[in-house]
């Protein structure tokens, strides 16, 4: 399956490869990339259990490939146990904001090796501690690089911080492609995809993407009736089925005297 879709996606560059080739002198020689999703938009439904959406690319001189997607922000909470006596207790929380939802590195080699320079993998946001670069914690902790490392954790935990470094398939040192596996659990909104063309250490040609994840318009108003207004929902749920069981006795009621007849 994973092969037919590299097929397609590598028919569908074509053009996109030619122009390339057939670029003027001047600008051929600067490298360059050209990149594709499979779907630039998720719908989140009550039957939603995680998507997949492939990105293919092309490009016109052999390198290695990073992809970074990122989320809008997501407030989170993390609560701290502490020993109160001869319990494990919640002794402190700390509400953490600027977080991104999800933010993943995959890439067709170790970041650390592609990009050795620490200072140019933090220039472009390519490290996984890069995530948490302006987070913003409440109450301040007293050790917050240690807060920080559990967070990273935690999220790593979920599947939601990811750095993967053969994720990303080269295939005839022109064409590339990845599969980005999206949870259940996805923060709403326009994720970005960059991707970046690297060779010898250094980032040389960029691209970039979106993806626009929403909710489908009536379960959207559905859940939000039933969360911020349970009573509500009970109440007119409970009157609609009473509705329909009185309309029910009566159709069959009027079956029923009609054949006696």
């Not at 146990?81 to 700390?94: D, S």
């Not at 650390?112 to 913003?136: E, F, K, N």
């Not at 690089?145 to 990303?168: C, F, M, N, P």
Request: proline share 5%; with cysteine.
């Amino acid at each position: 399956m994973k092969m037919m879709k590299f097929s397609l996606a590598a028919l569908c560059l074509l053009p996109a490869l030619a122009l390339a080739a057939n670029a003027p002198a001047a600008s051929s020689s600067a490298p360059r990339l050209v990149t594709e999703l499979t779907r630039d938009h998720v719908d989140i439904s009550t039957r939603y259990k995680g998507d997949e959406i492939t990105l293919f690319g092309a490009m016109t001189s052999p390198a290695q490939v990073v992809v970074k997607i990122t989320s809008p922000i997501q407030p989170v909470s993390i609560k701290q146990k502490g020993r109160v006596g001869p319990f494990w207790l919640n002794v402190a929380k700390y509400d953490v904001a600027n977080t991104p939802g999800l933010y993943y590195l995959l890439s067709s080699a170790p970041l650390d090796q592609l990009l050795p320079s620490a200072a140019v993998r933090t220039r472009y946001g390519l490290a996984i501690t890069d995530a948490l670069a302006h987070v913003q914690i409440s109450p301040k902790p007293e050790d917050a690089d240690k807060l920080r490392q559990t967070l990273l954790s935690l999220k790593a935990a979920k599947h939601e911080y990811i750095s993967d470094g053969s994720a990303v398939k080269i295939s005839g040192k022109r064409l590339y492609y990845a599969t980005i596996r999206l949870p259940a659990q996805l923060p709403l909104g326009v994720y970005g995809v960059d991707i970046y063309l690297v060779r010898n250490g250094q980032v040389i040609a960029t691209d970039h993407r979106s993806i626009n994840v929403a909710e489908v318009h009536v379960e959207h108003w559905i859940s939000n009736i039933t969360s911020n207004f349970s009573w509500i929902f009970g109440v007119s749920f409970t009157f609609a089925m009473m509705m329909l069981g009185l309309f029910l006795g009566v159709v069959l009621g009027r079956g029923r005297n009609s054949k006696k007849a």
